[in-house]
């Protein structure tokens, strides 16, 4: 059994920078147990996960021959459903004569011949499949059933089928590769060519074989006719090279979403899709990332493959072999002309529109208007839609029909308008004036964000945005963004999104609804005193939203939670069957209201008066950010009770609610919130009110050590709020 280190990142640090087992440190030896085999094996394991090239790296003093070496590559990246390693063309094509087409068509066998399911291949695979094959899903439903009907064995496999010598599952499989679309600038090179192929071409494929045999060639100099033949009978294969002075435009298109597999090149192309812009160019992303420019090129090369990219100076040449190349280079001289005013608005900042994943569900599945499920792929799985793509994204939202639609699917549709009237609001608005911003707005998916290394993401979000600005609430608890640089218009810190804020607030204010905040671990044994008047509780659990449960259920349902999660109850209700009152009020809070003699006497048009939520106000700052305030009448009749309380303060613009959503952006303009004034203002606010709720988390749970940065603690005792009178 092989025994290897391969996930530990400083082992993984020495096998990069190819230290051989002498040259090893002390340290790293121990991990690997000071034996020299498993180093070895190490090695092989990395080296072959990782797609690296047998010359130049450590591998080559394991595996002597190159061949094997290559063989056990492709082995190991077929069964596990990788992208083909374009990298390595030059070497598989050639020297193994193992093309993408063929590498394809065998792991397309091999799924199968196992009867797995075609969401058993990872979302880049698939997409690559369907370029080279033709066969995405549906595709493959028909032809899996066509199989089982010639084995006869529909329900039993393909036992029948294997033992057919007429027919195999391969011959039910394409025999050559789909026609493909090649940009001019790509590189066309020899595979290899036995006579006997050479001899079966025709006249017009034999005088592009002799011209490829002196030099490889630019596309745009050979003939496309000849081009496609030789293709598609694998004498020849495409090189995209990729430079370090490329800009490059995201234009996700035919998305396959299957699932993901977390394999070194997969988180690569992620990461990139979230960090790249067309403002940047290849270089500057590579050192803002820092990534192996290798690796950069190689990633973005395959994006153009797919079509997922082009490059910004070629963006209009995308073409297939039925375009004639004069029109090309007709059209590339006119876009070259058009597009030099572009080139010098590169390093031009722009707002970025941060949203949470909810969004991109509420557009697939609510089938809003034509064309906008394209762009919530885009959304979800780049989790960026830059400026330049919404025109057409707008346009399609403009297309909503909402007056006559109701329940659930109303969700849907408010959401999608008020996310439209947001964007409106934010792009090329001269009243907002917002410094070092040319005017336009980039969507950015917080989960996408979050999955990029804290520096790097920092880097990002510094050269490409002057202003953040989140929507409200934000599902995922863990928005690792602070509001340093660029000033963040959202939760200031996680911490801010987090259960420990609500507490934080309650006990700033000395005022909220009953609470107890319970440890992961912990069980109850009876219910509570400060809920037993109740007859509703919410509850909410780490990292998921809280939900209402009868009073009379919460032993059962809140020590079944504490078994994997810390949990947060609040008083709900206190009548039998009776709805909690609640409102929601925008801040900056506006003045001109007089507070009232009496709780009852307060309604959405004065509650903003009420000294509560002023106290709120002045505490938290709130006259420096936006967001809105949800608020609860405590209607307690066993205790005479009867208050307003703040039960949730979310930074940002809200998009649940259109009303909400037009007050906010109204305030936003009111209020000059992104004067310059006004952000250096809030940058000294938000650092306050981040440090004070950072020691407010360290004093409830006796620890004085930092928090680290992006974990959230988890509640160490049993901590309880009881809402005053």
């Not at 500057?284 to 994006?303: E, F, G, N, R, W």
Request: aromatic share 12%; net charge negative.
């Amino acid at each position: 059994t092989e025994r290897t280190m391969s996930s530990d990142p400083l082992v993984e640090k020495y096998i990069k920078e190819k230290y051989t087992w002498q040259r090893l440190p002390s340290k790293v030896k121990i991990i690997l147990g000071n034996d020299p085999e498993i180093w070895d094996q190490t090695i092989v394991k990395f080296s072959v996960e990782h797609q690296l090239r047998w010359k130049g790296n450590l591998v080559n003093m394991v595996i002597p021959d190159e061949n094997a070496y290559y063989i056990r590559l492709l082995r190991f990246s077929k069964s596990n459903y990788m992208l083909y390693p374009y990298h390595l063309s030059e070497i598989l094509v050639k020297g193994l004569r193992f093309s993408p087409f063929r590498y394809y068509l065998l792991m397309m066998e091999s799924v199968m011949k196992a009867e797995k399911s075609y969401d058993c291949l990872p979302n880049f695979t698939a997409v690559d499949c369907v370029r080279l094959l033709g066969i995405g899903r549906n595709q493959y439903i028909d032809l899996m059933n066509a199989i089982k009907s010639h084995a006869g064995q529909s329900n039993k496999g393909f036992s029948l089928l294997s033992k057919n010598k007429k027919k195999s599952i391969l011959d039910f499989l394409p025999s050559e590769p789909l026609d493909i679309s090649v940009q001019h600038w790509w590189i066309a090179r020899l595979g290899v060519i036995e006579e006997e192929q050479y001899e079966q071409c025709s006249p017009g494929e034999r005088a592009l074989i002799d011209t490829l045999l002196k030099e490889e060639k630019e596309v745009e100099t050979l003939p496309l006719e000849y081009l496609n033949s030789a293709y598609k009978k694998g004498l020849i294969y495409y090189d995209v090279p990729v430079t370090d002075n490329d800009r490059i435009t995201i234009k996700l298109t035919d998305f396959v979403m299957n699932r993901v597999t977390g394999d070194y090149f997969e988180n690569l192309l992620y990461t990139l899709f979230i960090s790249i812009d067309e403002r940047t160019t290849i270089h500057t992303m590579t050192a803002i990332l820092d990534i192996d420019p290798q690796l950069v090129k190689q990633a973005i090369s395959l994006y153009i493959r797919l079509e997922f990219a082009y490059k910004k100076n070629f963006e209009r040449m995308n073409i297939d072999f039925k375009q004639m190349w004069f029109d090309l280079q007709y059209d590339y001289l006119n876009y070259i002309d058009s597009s030099r005013t572009e080139i010098a608005a590169e390093h031009a900042k722009r707002v970025g529109f941060i949203f949470d994943s909810s969004i991109t569900a509420y557009l697939m599945m609510g089938n809003l208007a034509e064309g906008l499920k394209d762009h919530a792929v885009t959304m979800f799985e780049v989790g960026k839609l830059e400026d330049e793509r919404l025109d057409g994204f707008l346009e399609g939202l403009d297309k909503i029909d909402y007056q006559s639609v109701d329940g659930e699917a109303k969700s849907y549709f408010d959401h999608a308008v008020a996310l439209r009237e947001t964007i409106k609001f934010l792009r090329y608005n001269e009243k907002l004036k917002i410094d070092e911003s040319d005017g336009g707005v980039d969507l950015l998916r917080a989960e996408r964000l979050n999955s990029l290394p804290h520096q790097a993401k920092l880097r990002v979000l510094m050269r490409s945005y002057s202003l953040l600005v989140s929507m409200a609430p934000m599902a995922c608890e863990k928005l690792t963004i602070t509001s340093a640089i660029p000033n963040h218009f959202g939760p200031v810190i996680p911490e801010v999104n987090s259960v420990w804020f609500k507490l934080y607030f309650y006990i700033s204010v000395d005022s909220g609804p009953n609470a107890i905040f319970y440890p992961r671990g912990s069980r109850i044994t009876s219910i509570p005193e400060i809920f037993k008047d109740c007859e509703t509780i919410w509850m909410k659990t780490w990292n998921h939203d809280e939900i209402v449960i009868p009073v009379s259920h919460m032993l059962s349902s809140v020590n079944s939670a504490l078994t994997k999660s810390p949990v947060f109850i609040e008083a709900r209700t206190y009548i039998k069957d009776a709805e909690p009152r609640i409102e929601y009020i925008t801040f900056p809070l506006d003045e001109g209201c007089l507070p009232c003699e009496s709780e009852w006497d307060y309604d959405i048009t004065n509650l903003p008066a009420h000294p509560t939520i002023r106290k709120l106000s002045e505490n938290l700052h709130l006259h420096l950010s936006f967001g809105y305030i949800k608020l609860l009448f405590v209607e307690d009749p066993y205790r005479q009770i009867f208050k307003w309380v703040a039960v949730e303060v979310s930074f940002g613009v809200p998009l649940f609610d259109l009303k909400l959503n037009n007050e906010v952006c109204k305030k936003i303009e009111k209020y000059e919130l992104f004067s310059e004034t006004t952000l250096e203002l809030k940058s000294k606010a938000s650092r306050s009110l981040s440090l004070s709720l950072l020691e407010f988390i360290s004093e409830s749970n006796d620890d004085k050590s930092p928090i680290e940065y992006g974990q959230i603690p988890y509640p160490r005792h049993v901590l309880t709020f009881e809402g005053r009178s």
